[in-house]
Nanobody
Framework: QVQLVESGGGLVQPGGSLRLSCAAS????????MGWYRQAPGKQRELVAT???????NYADSVNGRFTIARDNAENSVYLQMNSLKPEDTAVYYC??????????????WGQGTQVTVSS
């Protein structure tokens, strides 16, 4: 019922920047929160940043000060501006949406992921 379209990943040198985008569509009544998670080879998936409908944000300490998450409620979209990228940021980044399909039912959905590679 829900589709997430992710874009913006790619190859960048250390110190560079990338901007990830994610747009949600489908049977969404309203969104509670959206966020970005990442998974590097051989490691568990971890939180990068989240933002609620009201604009409250949460960042992993490893990216705080370098990454910025933003939300467009009207378009059900979320963005991640990544600056001062480091090789350890290399991972597959996944968009997540926590949403209401009705006034009383809340669900969670994941995107397919987009590769971010930071290397010289």
């Amino acid at each position: 019922q829900v589709q997430l379209v992710e874009s913006g990943g790619g190859l960048v040198q250390p110190g560079g920047s990338l901007r990830l985008s994610c747009a949600a569509s489908g049977s969404i009544f309203s969104i509670s929160a959206m966020g970005w998670y990442r998974q590097a080879p051989g490691k568990q998936r971890e939180l990068v940043a989240t933002i609620t409908r009201g604009g409250s944000t949460n960042y992993a300490d490893s990216v705080n000060g370098r990454f910025t998450i933003a939300r467009d409620n009207a378009e059900n979209s979320v963005y991640l501006q990544m600056n001062s990228l480091k090789p350890e940021d290399t991972a597959v980044y996944y968009c997540n949406v926590n949403y209401y399909v009705s006034a009383t039912r809340k669900l969670d959905y994941w995107g397919q992921g987009t590769q971010v590679t930071v290397s010289s």
